[in-house]
C-alpha cells in the first residue's frame, strides 16, 4: 500500500435530528441529504487499493438516520477489513434501527459504537439509552481522558465512560458541555464564514486528523467539504478572497498522479495548513450546548425553473 491514515472519517449523511449549537457540519440546521453506498462504492474500492486505514469513524449528521447504514458498514469492512470502525452517534435513535446490535455483534469486537452526546439536559437519556442497547451484564469503566480536552462533564473534570457487554461489544459515551466555534457564522439574519490568518487558526483546529472522506474523495477536514454542499441549499455571504478559497480547493481523488497524491498526502501526515483553513476561527470560543430537536427557521436558496 502506498499511503495510510490512522483515522480517517467517511461522512454520510447531512441529516441529523438534534441542532446542537456550532455543530461543526452545520448539521444543526435543516440540512437535507444522505449519502448512499451504491454511489460511491465503486471509488472507495479503488482507494482501498492504495490507502490503509487504522479507525474508520462512520459519521454525520446522525449516521444512525441513513437508510443505507448497514451497506456502509458492510461495505467498508470488505475493503478495509483490518480497519477498526467507529459508528459516531449521538445516541438517541439506538434502540430505533433494527437488527443494529446483530449488525455490530457480527464483526466481534472490530465494530465500536462512539456516542458524543452534547446535551448535558439529556445526558441521563443518553446513558439509559446505551446500557439498554448493549447486552446483560454490562462493564463499565470511566476514564480521564487527555484527548478530548472540550468534553467536560458536571465536574469539570475530563471524562469518558467504556462500556463492554457480555458479547464483548464495545462501546464508548462522552458527554460534552460545549462545542467551539464552526466556520459557519450566523449573525442578523445572514449565513457567513471567518476570515483569520490560516497558520492560527489551523493551531486552534480541533479536527487536523479529521480527514474526510466523502463522495469517493479524500478532504482535509470536515468544513473544507461540507461547506460547498450547505451553499447548495442555503446562501452564504463570501468575500471575494473566500469565494476563490472555496473554488479552488481539490479534494484528493484515487486515479491521481502520483506525484499530485505525495504532495496531497503528505499535507495530511505532516500536519500543515493550508489557505482554506482562514474559513475557520482562529480563536475559537467555547460554547455551552443546549440542543433539542427544533431546527432553525431559516429559508433555504429557492431553486430556480
Known sequence: MKY?????????????????????????????????????????SNWSKILTIGTIGIIGGEP??????????????????????????????????????????????????DVSHHDPGTWVDAFKNLELFLDKDVKKEIQINKVWNDCLTDDRSVKMF??????????????SWHFKDSSLKYENSEFSLHESDPKEAFKNCIMQDCHHMMDGKLYKCAPIGVIPKFMEQYHVTLTTNQKELIDSYAPAEHNWSDEKLDKFMDNL?????????????????????????????????????
Do not use: M
Open 4 to 44: 495510510h491514515l490512522s483515522y480517517a472519517e467517511f461522512y454520510i449523511t447531512h441529516v441529523c435530528n438534534l441542532n446542537c449549537p456550532d455543530c461543526n457540519r452545520f448539521n444543526n440546521y435543516a440540512f437535507k441529504g444522505h449519502q448512499r453506498w451504491d454511489d460511491v462504492k465503486e471509488a472507495y
Open 64 to 113: 444512525l438516520l441513513n437508510p443505507d447504514l448497514f451497506k456502509w458498514l458492510d461495505g467498508l469492512k470488505i475493503l478495509w477489513p483490518k480497519a477498526n470502525i467507529l459508528i459516531v452517534t449521538n445516541g438517541t435513535r439506538l434502540n430505533y434501527v433494527p437488527n443494529l446490535y446483530q449488525e455490530i455483534l457480527k464483526y466481534k469486537g472490530k465494530v465500536r459504537l
Open 162 to 175: 467504556r462500556y463492554t457487554d457480555s458479547n464483548d461489544i464495545q462501546s464508548r459515551l462522552i458527554p
Open 269 to 305: 501526515i505532516s500536519k500543515t495548513h493550508i489557505p482554506q483553513c482562514s474559513l475557520c476561527s482562529s480563536n475559537p470560543e467555547h460554547k455551552l450546548i443546549t440542543a433539542d430537536t427544533k431546527k432553525p427557521k431559516i429559508y433555504p436558496i429557492k431553486k430556480q425553473n
